[in-house]
T-cell receptor, first 111, second 116 residues
Framework: KQEVTQIPAALSVPEGENLVLNCSFTDSAIYNLQWFRQDPGKGLTSLLLIQSSQREQTSGRLNASLDKSSGRSTLYIAASQPGDSATYLCAVPTGANNLFFGTGTRLTVIP | DTAVSQTPKYLVTQMGNDKSIKCEQNLGHDTMYWYKQDSKKFLKIMFSYNNKELIINETVPNRFSPKSPDKAHLNLHINSLELGDSAVYFC???????????????FGAGSRLTVL
């Protein structure tokens, strides 16, 4: 049974700092891993998708890595901004038509 | 705008009532989903619908019934609402099934259901 854990559950950093969010999964037989962002009272926005054959993906100030053998993914945010404040979720496909979400990390970037 | 739209955004109702949440996507996607986000912010799949095939999460009570009149719509009907049904319900869609290599889910903004 797949379990997806994100540590820490909450993180506060001053503006401008680089930071890393962690995602761990127990079943490494995954096709891909996605990182999402959820703003309060809003839906989820897909940030990055890493296919199982890839080791990392980059989009602007975001860089996501994937290490299937260790069951880990990280989301690196460079030069954080107050607008980055949100909850970040990682998710992996499992079973038929199912995306299994992690517990999320609530990020606060302090101006 | 191309998007996944769901209505209503907020729904407050009494226990025992029957209610529906509608979802529409104009992205041309093949697969649609309903997710439930509970008070602890944990997101869990409820249903997925792909090419007229409905896949039901076995933990979902049969009071919940998805209805898909066509590929662009997947509505969620809930009978005999209970206090524990209070949550945010998210609709989503994807071009293919989630097990595909580069399949990205697009989510709606959510519908917050409060059962009194």
């Amino acid at each position: 049974k797949q379990e997806v854990t994100q540590i820490p559950a909450a993180l506060s950093v001053p503006e401008g700092e680089n930071l890393v969010l962690n995602c761990s999964f127990t079943d490494s037989a995954i096709y891909n891993l996605q990182w999402f962002r959820q703003d309060p009272g809003k839906g989820l926005t897909s940030l990055l998708l890493i296919q199982s054959s890839q080791r990392e993906q980059t989009s602007g100030r975001l860089n996501a890595s994937l290490d299937k053998s260790s069951g880990r993914s990280t989301l690196y945010i460079a030069a954080s901004q107050p607008g980055d404040s949100a909850t970040y979720l990682c998710a992996v496909p499992t079973g038929a038509n199912n995306l299994f979400f992690g517990t999320g990390t609530r990020l606060t970037v302090i101006p | 705008d191309t998007a996944v739209s769901q209505t209503p955004k907020y729904l407050v109702t009494q226990m025992g009532n029957d209610k529906s949440i509608k979802c529409e996507q104009n992205l041309g996607h093949d697969t649609m989903y309903w997710y439930k986000q509970d008070s602890k912010k944990f997101l869990k799949i409820m249903f997925s619908y792909n090419n007229k095939e409905l896949i039901i999460n076995e933990t979902v009570p049969n009071r919940f019934s998805p209805k898909s009149p066509d590929k662009a719509h997947l509505n969620l009907h809930i009978n005999s609402l209970e206090l524990g049904d209070s949550a945010v319900y998210f609709c989503a869609s994807s071009l293919h099934e989630t097990v595909s290599g580069a399949n990205v889910l697009t989510f709606g903004a959510g519908s917050r259901l409060t059962v009194l």
